[in-house]
């Protein structure tokens, strides 16, 4: 017990001394090379790249029948929101870099994609600060200034995702 007492001490007062980083700052790559500066917030995360924009930060996989629904629903939404959404989409199934490149192409995928090799410590910060339990697809609604807005799991329908944008556009 007094072991246990110590370890979980020394482990608060190294967490207040700073050790912790509560907000780390991140660097993920997309599929096309294109590299993301992710500041988690207090309250969400700041992407340098995507500032001013609603950004969905979806995790989902290749072999995950709801996660292929909503593939065009998101391609859509991009389209018809071009100047104010940004869609970032992590697939936490296993593939590479090249596999989820062409898996993109194959769909037509107009969004930002990002194997979970590229964005693996984006996905343990979101996943940590959701208590993420691994259920795809896994979508995080950010604010125009990062702050979450909204976490859901499950396949959303377009016209739910539509309103989402809409009221965040305001």
Known sequence: MKKTFIFVATAIILSTL???KPNPIMKVKDTNGKTYTVQGT?????????KNKIVFVEFFGHNCPPCLKTIPH???LQTKYKDKLA???IEVQGFNNSELKSFASSKGINYITIS???GGQLVEYIGSR???GGSIPFLTVLDKKGSVQQLQAGLIPLETLDQ???KLSK
């Open 18 to 20: 700073g050790f912790a």
């Open 42 to 50: 207090s309250n969400g995360l700041i992407i340098n790249e995507l």
């Open 74 to 76: 998101l391609k859509t």
């Open 87 to 89: 869609i970032v989409a």
């Open 116 to 118: 979970q090799d590229n």
């Open 130 to 132: 959701a208590k993420w």
């Open 164 to 166: 989402i944008v809409l």
